[in-house]
């Protein structure tokens, strides 16, 4: 039956409170992989050391508002698409000689996984081809020569390809993710593209690339583009940028390329439970791509409930996108000092934006645990986006249940609220197949970015964290009996850092340019 093998690989990767007690899982520091993804035998292709300062405040470009189309697409402005997306933002070293590199997006575990490509077709400054991005070294290494937009556009089914200036392809190193959270990181590769794509999206918009996400495509024909062993890496999603013009020239076969790259790691484990339920949501041919495209949009939500409205967010007030992005983190301690009714009604607003793709989005529902936002009583809530406002599920101090529910980490207990979002899984999966689930996360993915967009650029903080499953849906029933739990962000104000564990904090990245 359709998502059997997606519902099958959610329900035996579910935490429960038994199941991590069972672990024996370790961390084998020495097999840690390594961050970066390094081509070794192509040269590299320098990009500019400047980048755009992306003055457009943040919530507009989360909101795709403000910024008129660009007539052309630089490499100046790929470059500044680039490095908001998944460059290096700034490091921080540690007593003892430890240097952690912080990147433009979140990801869990600080893992890294999800790699950038570039299929360049009509870039100002740069010759078509397919590209990889390396953050590590700021540069780009050309793997094809030539204009190979067509062979997208025919993978992806959608001729409009072959007309974009550009195309972002992401993938993901699995082992990257997998040596940490082991099969279960098949979630967090779409959990962390999106918190990545939640960037890309903002990016684009105020650099006027008019964004559009692609999530259907033959996997096999955009694997053999990139030359990835589909054993350790696998293409995620397209994001195509930049104006339309001229059709790239016909698609041709393109050869088997095969370059070599720096090791990742001295041993890998491999978890077949990831790798099958990829294969399963693949998609075999163009036909299968349009089918699977044409399937029915979500059910239309039910009667209004009654609701507190939330404040309707000013796009135009905070930071700009540049600076939020440059100072985004994770928050690792949260204090109890409350967060404001508008504050908290920004990121849910952020958050719920439409996402400019080739299916439906709505796929899932934005359920919170109040601690302490000022005008709202402490309890359950569930987010109406349609009405900007919350409904009332119960009332209490949840703190504790909280910080239980999110694996029993403090941060769950400490935020002043906490977003978990839910799915109906089952009927996505009824109607989308096994690649609905790719869907469903990288959904809370992007969703969860946008709220810690949202939260920056307002001037607090956020974490991503992982959860109980079965836990976290009954604690929202019944509202939530027919969900999934799929993703959590909790927001709050830092607490003060401890000064014994940072030592310095430096900025490596290029120098910014308005």
């Not at 959270?181 to 690339?209: E, K």
């Amino acid at each position: 039956m359709a998502g059997d093998t997606a519902r099958r690989f959610h329900d035996v990767t579910a935490h429960s409170p038994e199941s991590v007690r069972r672990s024996t899982h370790v961390l084998d520091w020495d097999v840690k992989p390594f961050p970066f993804k390094v081509y070794t035998d192509v040269p590299a292709v320098e990009l500019p050391r400047e980048v755009d300062t992306l003055a457009t405040p943040a919530l507009a470009a989360v909101a795709g508002d403000g910024t008129p189309p660009a007539p052309r697409l630089t490499l100046g402005a790929l470059t500044s698409l680039l490095y908001y997306t998944a460059g290096v933002t700034k490091r921080k070293q540690y007593y003892g000689g430890g240097e952690i590199l912080f990147r433009a997006a979140a990801s869990t575990g600080a893992l890294y996984q999800t790699e950038v490509y570039v299929v360049a077709g009509d870039v100002d400054g740069l010759e078509a081809g397919l590209y990889h991005f390396c953050p590590g070294d700021f540069m780009l290494r050309r793997l094809r020569a030539g204009d190979v937009r067509g062979v997208l556009a025919d993978a992806a089914a959608d001729a409009a390809l072959a007309r974009r200036a550009c195309t972002l392809v992401l993938t993901a190193i699995y082992w990257r993710n997998t040596w940490k959270y082991q099969a279960r990181g098949y979630r967090h590769l779409f959990w962390d593209s999106g918190t990545m794509l939640a960037n890309a999206l903002a990016a684009s918009h105020a650099l006027g690339l008019a964004p559009r996400l692609l999530t259907g495509f033959v996997d096999a024909a955009v694997n053999a583009l990139l030359g990835l062993d589909v054993a350790h890496e696998a293409a995620l999603e397209l994001l195509a940028v930049g104006p339309e013009g001229a059709t790239a020239p016909p698609a041709a076969a393109p050869r088997p390329i095969a370059h070599a790259v720096m090791p990742l790691s001295s041993a890998e484990v491999d978890y077949p439970l990831l790798r099958e339920a990829l294969a399963a949501s693949s998609l075999s041919g163009p036909d299968v791509v349009r089918a699977w495209r044409a399937a029915p949009s979500p059910p239309p939500a039910g009667p209004p409930r009654a609701a507190t409205p939330l404040p309707v967010p000013d796009p135009a007030a905070g930071r700009s996108l540049g600076e939020t992005i440059q100072r985004r983190g994770s928050t690792r301690r949260f204090s109890h000092a409350p967060l404001t009714a508008a504050e908290l009604g920004a990121a849910l607003w952020a958050a719920s934006r439409p996402i400019p793709q080739d299916v439906p989005a709505g796929l899932v529902d934005l359920y919170l645990v109040v601690n302490a936002v000022e005008g709202l009583a402490a309890g359950a809530y569930r987010y109406d986006r349609a009405a900007h406002a919350l409904e009332a599920l119960s009332t209490g101090d949840f703190r504790r249940q909280s910080a239980f529910l999110t694996l029993g980490q403090p941060l769950g207990g400490d935020a002043a609220a906490v977003v978990y979002f839910l799915s109906p899984l089952g009927d996505v999966l009824a109607r989308l197949g096994d690649r609905g689930y790719r869907l469903v996360n990288l959904e809370g993915g992007v969703a969860g970015g946008r709220a810690y967009l949202a939260a920056y650029a307002r001037g607090f903080g956020a974490s991503g964290l992982t959860f109980y499953d079965a836990e976290v849906v009954r604690f929202f029933s019944p509202r939530a009996a027919e969900a999934d739990a799929i993703f959590v962000v909790a927001l709050g104000r830092a607490a003060p850092p401890e000064d014994r564990v940072l030592l310095s904090t430096a900025m490596p990245s290029p120098p910014r340019r308005s």
